[in-house]
Nanobody, 121 residues
Framework: QVQLVESGGGLVQPGGSLRLSCAAS????????MGWYRQAPGKERELVAA???????NYAAYVKGRFTISRDNGKNTVYLQMNSLEPEDTAVYFC???????????????WGQGTQVTVSS
């Protein structure tokens, strides 16, 4: 069984910052890509940023220069530092991880429960 637990969401004013965390626990043989997605009301879930186990990163165009993804492999945790937040960043943010739970199985994607980020004055 695998769990992804997110924390760090909340209400922030435009221009402010938040740091999201997502910790994976359970049967973890290896964790490949970890990432953050977001879903605003009435919209599709979209990729925000992703990071490989080796530290290579990928960002959506609309967050480049404002958001930074990082991970601590020893703690099985991925972070998303969000700066210069805009009202358009308001959404539920979901953690995603590609995890192998046994050597004889292929990796599977797992999702966290989501954390609300609201940017408003």
């Amino acid at each position: 069984q695998v769990q992804l637990v997110e924390s760090g969401g909340g209400l922030v004013q435009p221009g402010g910052s938040l740091r999201l965390s997502c910790a994976a626990s359970g049967r973890l043989v290896s964790i490949n890509v970890m990432g953050w997605y977001r879903q605003a009301p009435g919209k599709e879930r979209e990729l925000v940023a992703a990071i490989t186990s080796g530290g290579s990163t990928n960002y959506a165009a609309y967050v480049k220069g404002r958001f930074t993804i990082s991970r601590d492999n020893g703690k099985n945790t991925v972070y998303l530092q969000m700066n210069s937040l805009e009202p358009e960043d308001t959404a539920v943010y979901f953690c995603n991880a590609n995890i192998r739970t046994a050597w004889y199985t292929v990796p599977s994607n797992y999702w966290g429960q989501g954390t609300q980020v609201t940017v408003s004055s």
